[in-house]
T-cell receptor
Framework: AQTVTQSQPEMSVQEAETVTLSCTYD???????LFWYKQPPSRQMILVIR??????QNATENRFSVNFQKAAKSFSLKISDSQLGDTAMYFC????????????FGDGTTLTVKP | KAGVTQTPRYLIKTRGQQVTLSCSPI?????VSWYQQTPGQGLQFLFE???????NKGNFPGRFSGRQFSNSRSEMNVSTLELGDSALYLC????????????FGPGTRLTVL
């Protein structure tokens, strides 16, 4: 079974600075998908970024980028120029191709951006 | 395009009762998944439906069940409620069963007294 580990339950960053959220996963599959989702306080979960494992190039979406290390099974999220609106819980998720279930989520990292 | 909707948004039940939660996916999405979110256990996968068939099921007791209708709308049912079932239940829809972004609904907050 796949597992996803987010080792930082809480983090904080000053507005305009850069922060990196960590995620490691365990799988025996060679082709899979990784996601970062954001859940703002009392608001719906939305996708931040998606990475396909067979693509070596790291995904980027504006201020958000990932550092995908397939051999190390690591998938960290970097947020540049942090904004107050980035305050949220961030979940790392793994989506494989087996019938073991839909996405496996990490326990989440609560990020607070301070003014 | 309308997002994923869930009804009701809030629900209070007592132990032993049963509850039915509803989810309407984004138009055209055929995969609907349900998750239980609690502070202590994070986001736990309940089950996934695709074209009216349960494709996957998480590690939950048989008291948790679901179904999907021909219009892709989905319901989940919890029978004989326990205090530990208090949680936010999230529904998510996507085009395919694997690899696609999931679009989440606002959730149903269930409180069991």
């Amino acid at each position: 079974a796949q597992t996803v580990t987010q080792s930082q339950p809480e983090m904080s960053v000053q507005e305009a600075e850069t922060v990196t959220l960590s995620c490691t996963y365990d799988t025996s599959e060679s082709n899979y998908y990784l996601f970062w989702y954001k859940q703002p306080p009392s608001r719906q979960m939305i996708l931040v970024i998606r990475q396909e494992a067979y693509k070596q190039q790291n995904a980027t979406e504006n201020r958000f980028s990932v550092n995908f290390q397939k051999a190390a099974k690591s998938f960290s999220l970097k947020i540049s120029d942090s904004q107050l609106g980035d305050t949220a819980m961030y979940f790392c998720a793994f989506d494989g191709n087996t019938n073991a279930g839909k996405s496996t989520f990490g326990d989440g990292t609560t990020l607070t951006v301070k003014p | 395009k309308a997002g994923v909707t869930q009804t009701p948004r809030y629900l209070i039940k007592t132990r032993g009762q049963q509850v039915t939660l509803s989810c309407s996916p984004i138009s055209g999405h055929r995969s609907v998944s349900w998750y239980q979110q609690t502070p202590g256990q994070g986001l736990q996968f309940l089950f996934e439906y695709f074209s009216e068939t349960q494709r996957n099921k998480g590690n939950f007791p048989g008291r948790f069940s679901g179904r999907q209708f021909s219009n892709s709308r989905s319901e989940m049912n919890v029978s004989t409620l326990e205090l530990g079932d208090s949680a936010l239940y999230l529904c998510a829809s996507s085009w395919r069963t694997s690899g696609d972004e999931q679009f989440f609904g606002p959730g149903t907050r269930l409180t069991v007294l």
